[in-house]
């Protein structure tokens, strides 16, 4: 079967990483201690080359800078927005769909950090925005932070599927956004109507009483709706949402669907688009705990037809790894 | 709709998607980079030795189109050079062009700046491949013409790095083993010190480059020799050397450029300073490979076993042609065994059993001996090619080696076989 295999990293100036440096190349099998050449996925720079004249060295990984908030927005009391600037460098390298940073407070150890995406740029003010939700020790961490913050960055594996969302031109993407999980979408949407891609944001408020990330679509041009798409007592779509699908396929020709939620909200709208139009290709915003980013800890590890990928550095097909059988 | 998919445009592919075109199938032919002809793009040398009689006994078989071409496209007939006769030299500099439109007329579908990567093998068949993309494409019958050039990689493990080829592998993704993604375990060639491998034979330098007097040379006889300064003798690069026909010891003393359009070095590489050192090489230059002052590409490092009729054992519906199905060196050679390979493709998809060709021809028996030979001792070290070396010595020894057109003709009338290769089969 066609093995969907590529890293993130690969051909960037992160790479090769440590996994190639210890024969565990995600990509290039001379690094994966066969002797031969049968590299699957090409970005333009051989890895093993770039290894043996880096002296058999992986290149440096990223390292926490200190930052400084210009301004914390309070939406709620465990949701807030973050403005921080950042060298531009890491922001030119930040404005790329699927961008993420690890942030954590000046004072704790680096496995305080935690993994947050990029929600918009800006580049007057040299600095990143980022919505982030208050959940345990790490974002509470965060929470402390009110003038320096440490940034670890730029990473990019936030959204899977990106061979979908790269190169589109004249395209029509619809995205379907739950909650904070609708934040990346607001950076693939700018990207991608830099290419004349049209916008279609349904976007569901979740527990919030009103869509934090609406404004930033519409600012992007993005056409948005406003709707409750899943019933989470009983883990259903609701009807709504049923007939506002099946009205935009009729309408509209969408070629790819973003589903930007949790797992379970990931799960069935592309099963359920899946069913009815087989044609269409799905991203989706990378749900992943991780840890070090660097394909090293492994916490972010998920299993795909009994292999493992590392989700933080690798790509997988949104498509194959929500799938179920009968497709609801 | 019956449909063969050729993977790999070089001499090989093409001459494969040109005899299933013929046969009636319909054919996609997919190539990685934006020009066919593979390493077609820098040879140029045909007919010398005992590829004049391979040439003229695929002619008489009916497989006459890509040496029209050839012979079109010819700058120089039937000279001479060091061990080697009678040979033509076409212009590298015009041929893709010719043969791609060739194709394209005969309505062979080509994807260029296409890299096929992996394959989906059902029983033992393959039902279709994938390009890196994620495209998939269906087919009934599949020919794996992909050579054994590269990619990067193997020439850093093996060779002496990526010295920028004509495949150019940074700009169009490497050459993948489609055989081995589909299960079939790759054989590789040796050099004689037992390394895997072996490097291209020779580069060229920009003819512009060379002093008037060389170039006026060239475009008149075809050849300029002159000697390799004593200090500069290096014997040893001759064992790595593919082309075996070509790694007798005047190569190793003589600096012998050949006009291919660009002026052809025959030799595997050499530093540019000590390049310049000879007279009239004082601005020279190389085009190929760019880097031809460091390395040459590495080759053989992909083999798929295959039967006599260019069926790959171990899968129903893939057959090979060119370097991909053994060790053979040359456009002749590749020419041959693609055209081989897209007939019985046709065949196969008519339920019919694969032809072999007689060994009473050479064509015919150089496919089974190279087939008998690389499984002995040493035969890995070998390269086959009717230019030279052993193979050639072994064509005047059973009487395979002539340049009488007439008796080739006859030979092939009397084997029943005489424009076999213009039948339509569908
Ligand atoms: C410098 C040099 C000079 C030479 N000079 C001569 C000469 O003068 N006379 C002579 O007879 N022979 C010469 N040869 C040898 C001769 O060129 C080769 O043996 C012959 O052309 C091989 O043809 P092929 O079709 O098997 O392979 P190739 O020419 O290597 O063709 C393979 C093709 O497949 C494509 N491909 C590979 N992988 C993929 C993929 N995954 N998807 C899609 N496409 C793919 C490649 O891009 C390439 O176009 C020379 C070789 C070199 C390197
Ligand atoms: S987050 Fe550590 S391996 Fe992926």
Not at chain 1, 153 to 182: C, E, H, M, T
Not at chain 2, 315 to 334: I, M, Q
Not at chain 2, 392 to 420: G, P
């Amino acid at each position: 079967m066609y093995k969907f295999v590529e890293c993130i990293d690969a051909g960037s100036e992160y790479c090769p990483c440590h996994l190639a440096e210890k024969g565990e190349c995600i990509i290039c099998s001379q690094l994966q201690n066969k002797v031969f050449c049968d590299c699957l996925y090409w970005k333009g720079t051989c890895i093993y080359e770039e290894l043996l004249k880096n002296g058999n060295k992986a290149k440096k990984t990223r390292q926490y800078k200190k930052c400084d908030i210009i301004a914390i927005e309070k939406i709620r009391d465990d949701l807030l927005i973050y403005d921080i600037r950042v060298s531009n460098s890491l922001l030119r390298e930040l404005d790329n769909i699927g961008a993420y940073v690890f942030l954590k407070s000046p004072n704790f150890p680096d496995y305080f950090g935690t993994p947050i995406s990029i929600m918009d740029i800006n580049y007057e003010q040299q600095s990143i925005k980022l919505l982030i939700k208050i959940h345990g020790i790490k974002t509470k961490d965060i929470k402390d932070c009110n003038e320096k913050i440490m940034v670890k960055g730029p990473y990019w594996n936030g959204i899977q599927g990106q061979r979908f969302l790269r190169n589109l031109k004249d395209k029509s993407v619809l995205i379907l956004g739950r909650g904070v999980a609708a934040a990346p979408g607001v950076l693939v949407t700018r990207r991608l109507t830099l290419n004349n891609n049209k916008i279609i944001a349904l976007l569901d408020k979740g527990r919030s009483d009103k869509n934090i990330c609406t404004d930033y679509y519409t600012k992007y041009g993005a056409e948005v709706n406003n709707l409750s798409i899943i019933n989470y007592k009983d883990k259903t779509l609701t009807d709504d949402f049923k007939k506002y699908i099946k009205d935009i396929l009729e309408k509209e020709n969408i070629d790819v669907v973003l589903a930007a939620g949790d797992d379970e909200f990931n799960s069935l709208i592309i099963n359920y688009i899946h069913v009815r139009r087989t044609d269409i290709c799905f991203a989706s915003v990378n749900n992943s705990i991780m840890c070090c980013g660097e394909g090293i800890c492994g916490s972010c590890i998920v299993k795909l037809s009994g292999k493992e990928i590392r989700s933080c550095k690798q790509q997988y097909n949104p498509l194959e790894y929500y799938y179920v059988e009968d497709g609801k | 709709m019956m449909n063969v998919v050729v993977i790999g445009g070089g001499w090989a592919g093409c001459a494969a998607a040109i005899q299933a075109k013929k046969c009636g199938a319909d054919v996609l032919l997919i190539e990685r980079t934006d020009m066919l002809l593979g390493l077609g793009n820098v040879g140029g040398i045909m007919r010398n030795n005992g590829r004049y009689t391979a040439a003229e006994e695929l002619i008489a078989l009916g497989a006459d189109d890509l040496f029209n071409i050839i012979d079109r496209c010819t700058r120089h007939k039937s000279i001479e050079f060091p061990g080697h006769k009678h040979a033509d030299l076409y212009d590298v500099t015009i041929i893709e062009a010719h043969v791609r439109r060739y194709i394209l007329d005969m309505g062979i579908r080509v994807l260029f700046e296409t890299r096929v990567v992996d394959v989906d093998v059902e029983d033992k068949k393959i039902k279709a491949v994938f390009l890196d993309s994620g495209t998939r494409i269906d087919g009934d019958v599949f020919i794996e013409t992909t050579g054994s050039t590269g990619p990067m990689g193997n020439c850093i493990r093996y060779g002496k790095g990526c010295s920028m080829c004509i495949l150019r592998c940074p700009a169009y993704g490497p050459r993948i083993s489609i055989s081995q993604r589909a299960g079939v375990e790759d054989i590789l060639g040796m050099r004689d010190d037992g390394v895997f491998g072996a490097m291209s034979g020779s580069c060229k330098l920009d003819k512009d480059s060379l002093s008037k007097e060389i170039r006026d040379e060239l475009n008149t006889k075809g050849v300029y020799i002159t000697d390799v300064p004593q200090e500069d003798i290096n014997p040893e690069k001759l064992k790595m050397k593919v082309c075996q026909q070509y790694a007798l010891k005047e190569f190793a003393e003589k600096i012998i450029l050949l006009d291919t359009g660009h002026a052809k070095l025959m030799t595997s590489y050499y530093p540019l300073e000590k390049l310049r050192k000879l007279k009239g090489f004082e601005n020279v230059r190389f085009i190929d490979p760019y880097a031809g002052g460091k390395a040459n590409s590495i080759r053989y490092l992909s083999m798929a076993p295959r039967n006599d009729t260019m069926k790959v054992i171990g899968l129903d519906n893939l057959y090979v042609g060119g370097e991909k199905s053994g060790l053979f060196v040359g456009h002749t050679e590749a020419i041959v065994t693609g055209t081989l390979a897209g007939y019985n493709a046709v065949r196969s998809l008519m339920g019919l059993n694969g032809i072999e060709l007689p060994v009473s021809l050479c064509t015919g028996d150089i496919i089974k001996y190279e087939n008998e030979t690389k499984r002995k001792k040493d035969g890995l070290k070998k390269r086959y090619t009717f230019a030279g070396s052993e193979y050639f010595e072994r064509m005047k020894k059973l009487n395979l080696y002539t340049t009488d057109k007439e008796i080739i003709n006859k030979k092939v009338e009397a084997l029943m076989i005489k424009d076999i290769f213009k039948q339509k089969l569908i």
